[in-house]
Structures are given as structure tokens and as C-alpha cells.
């Protein structure tokens, strides 16, 4: 629960600063600016990442995750990029400590 709590304030931190574009309209909310989205879009997925990846070393439930084979299914579906994948597995540390 700490963990997950750190992250939700990591992503509040990050919304809360994001730049955004004031509507002409002053009843229309403000939205976030394209290089404030992209940049939330991307925290976002790293922080569902790094959770993911924290389970699977903690939880024997999850540890397949860690496996070559989970590592290829996380770039099947989107949740890390081949470059990343490649970086986390030619990384000199146990697959448990991947997530660091």
C-alpha cells in the first residue's frame, strides 16, 4: 500500500504541474498542452510498469512475468517498447531486481 501511494502522489505531482492550454471559452475546462499529455501518457505507463514489475519479483504468482517469454508478452501488448525489453533483460542484475 505505501508503494502504490507513492505512485499515486508521483502521478497527482505530475498532473497537477502539467502544462495546459487556457480555452477562449472560460466555461470550457483547460486541457493539457500535446507535450504535457505525451509526457503524462508516458509517466503513466512507466509507473504501471514499475508496479507490474514489482509484483513479479514479490509474488510467486507474478514471477512469470520476469520470464523471457513475459517480457516478449509485455511488447505484444504494448506495456514496454522491444528497446526497453531489450535494456531490462541485458541489464547485469537479477530478473527480480529489474524493476530498480
Excluded: C, W
Excluded at 501511494?5 to 497527482?12: A, I
Excluded at 492550454?21 to 483547460?30: F, G, L, R, V, Y
Amino acid at each position: 500500500r505505501r508503494l502504490q501511494g507513492r505512485l499515486n502522489d508521483l502521478g497527482m505531482g505530475l498532473s497537477a504541474h502539467a502544462a495546459r492550454k487556457t480555452p477562449a471559452d472560460p466555461s470550457e475546462p483547460a486541457t493539457y498542452t500535446q507535450g504535457s499529455r505525451q509526457l503524462l501518457e508516458l509517466m503513466g505507463r512507466y509507473i504501471r510498469l514499475f508496479n507490474l514489475l514489482t509484483y513479479a519479483s514479490f509474488t510467486r504468482s507474478h514471477r512469470p512475468i520476469l520470464t523471457p517469454r513475459g517480457m516478449r508478452r509485455l511488447v505484444e501488448r504494448g506495456l514496454l517498447t522491444p528497446a526497453e525489453r531489450k535494456a531490462l533483460v541485458n541489464a547485469e542484475v537479477p530478473a527480480t531486481q529489474r524493476h530498480n
